[in-house]
């Protein structure tokens, strides 16, 4: 990184950000209190209050939301007339999967190899340690020029919708010129990135049923009709040969025209087994950025370890479908219920019960905040221009603020590259990554007051 006063701070803080992070990383803060206790969330939650107050952060407040959960908010005075920029991140984490998958254990920050092996290293705690360090680098320059806004969810990952109720009822809380969230990440370590799109999501949970109760397989199979078989090609009719999604009246033809992806580069970040195809038309970028994509979440039938010779009577799956930029969340749930009532098959009962939805996202990279950004992130990675990508996944705040805050700028920024394996067992964070966003974002909340 070229010298620079505000890099060189924060290449000087990157050893205490370290231990920082290993200290919000042992909460094991998932917010599913039927699979981790509530005082682990309440526990994160109170170690990122206590950073805003040290920063010298007022009206500091540990927000009850509405799904049960805890977000953290603080308040940061700039200079008298200066602009406010919100900054966001989460420190609820996902589950850590199987913790024997884990080369060191989930919840201890580790390195190896020249990364930082941790649950939520990058997804989001690393982001609440980024915003940190920006702000510490501009104190130690000069100040802070802008007021500053932050906001720490506690149940993003879990998608129950806490901090949307939670500001949509409170309205003038997270007011802003502009939004900074810190969820999102680079195309590829090195390359600098702001992610301009977001998929929705909708979550829908089927249910089939054809008979009373199980029945033998040799007295009645053939002319039973099996609710497992039935759900099968319910599950089926929502995928072309190709294996591209097809959601009856869904348009799944949409075109991405920003960063390209290669097939080769997907396969490695994706890790597809040797000989397996690429499921779907178009680029890949098309395929996950610009298109819906179905996902079967899970099936309840029986397990094959002490199965019995029987016909089902009833079977049931959770389905995700990812929601491309322009369309409606609620109407592309009401057509791929549409789709599984009219596809299930021998007049078998179905059911469809919508469980969890979000809105897509498309930023607007025009305003001057998208400007403002390119600069800093041209000092902090020397010889690399700004890339605009889409994401497939969803982070419906973003919509909730982008309808309450309609001339707020938004822009998403973060440590989840493909290296740092977010959701998966050995999740991990990029150091130098987080020195240089930490770097990049104060640069930008300079420029910005600038401006």
Not at 164 to 185: F, K, M, N, S
Not at 290 to 308: E, F, H, K, S
Not at 403 to 413: D, H, K, M, S, V
Request: charged residues 20%; negative net charge.
């Amino acid at each position: 990184m070229s010298s620079n006063p505000v890099a060189e701070t924060v290449a000087s803080l990157l050893p205490g950000a370290k231990a920082e992070l290993a200290e919000l990383v042992a909460f094991k803060s998932v917010a599913d209190f039927a699979q981790f206790p509530r005082s682990e969330s309440e526990g994160a939650a109170k170690w990122v209050a206590d950073a805003l107050r040290a920063e010298g952060f007022v009206d500091v407040a540990l927000l009850d939301t509405p799904d049960g959960t805890q977000s953290v908010y603080g308040f940061l005075p700039g200079p008298e007339g200066a602009k406010t920029v919100l900054l966001y991140a989460h420190y609820d984490v996902q589950p850590p999967l199987d913790e024997a998958g884990w080369t060191t254990p989930p919840f201890e920050l580790t390195e190896r190899d020249g990364r930082w092996y941790g649950r939520g290293s990058a997804d989001c705690k690393g982001g609440v340690i980024m915003h940190l360090l920006a702000l510490r680098a501009l104190k130690a320059n000069g100040g802070v020029p802008v007021n500053v806004k932050v906001i720490v969810e506690g149940s993003e990952e879990q998608g129950t919708g806490g901090l949307e109720r939670y500001a949509e009822q409170h309205p003038e809380l997270l007011r802003a010129d502009t939004i900074v969230i810190g969820d999102a990440g680079n195309f590829r370590v090195g390359l600098p990135t702001v992610t301009t799109t977001l998929r929705g999501m909708t979550l829908v949970r089927v249910q089939v049923d054809t008979l009373a109760g199980n029945l033998h397989s040799g007295q009645f199979g053939g002319a039973a009709p099996d609710a497992l078989g039935a759900l099968i090609r319910v599950l089926d009719s929502l995928r072309a040969e190709d294996g591209s999604t097809t959601v009856d009246g869904l348009d799944s033809a949409a075109r991405w025209d920003g960063l390209e992806y290669t097939e080769e580069q997907f396969r490695k970040d994706a890790r597809v087994l040797d000989g397996v195809g690429l499921i779907g038309g178009g680029s890949v970028a098309d395929r996950i950025w610009a298109r819906p994509a179905v996902t079967v979440l899970g099936i309840d039938c029986p397990p094959v370890v002490g199965a019995t010779p029987s016909v089902q009577a009833g079977a049931r799956a959770l389905i995700s479908l990812r929601v491309p930029p322009g369309v409606d969340a609620a109407e592309a749930t009401k057509l791929l219920q549409a789709h599984i009532e009219a596809r299930t098959p021998w007049g078998a009962r179905v059911t469809t019960e919508q469980i969890g939805q979000g809105q897509p996202f498309r930023a607007d990279t025009s305003s001057p905040a998208y400007q403002a950004m390119a600069d800093a992130m041209a000092v902090a990675y020397p010889g690399e221009s700004m890339s605009y990508a889409g994401q497939g996944g969803s982070i419906p705040l973003c919509n909730t603020l982008a309808g309450l805050y309609p001339r707020a700028e938004i822009l998403l920024i973060g440590l989840s590259e493909p290296e740092a394996q977010i959701h998966a067992v050995n999740e991990s964070v990029s150091p130098e990554e987080l020195e240089r966003l930490s770097v990049a974002e104060a640069l930008f909340l300079s420029n910005y007051a600038a401006g």
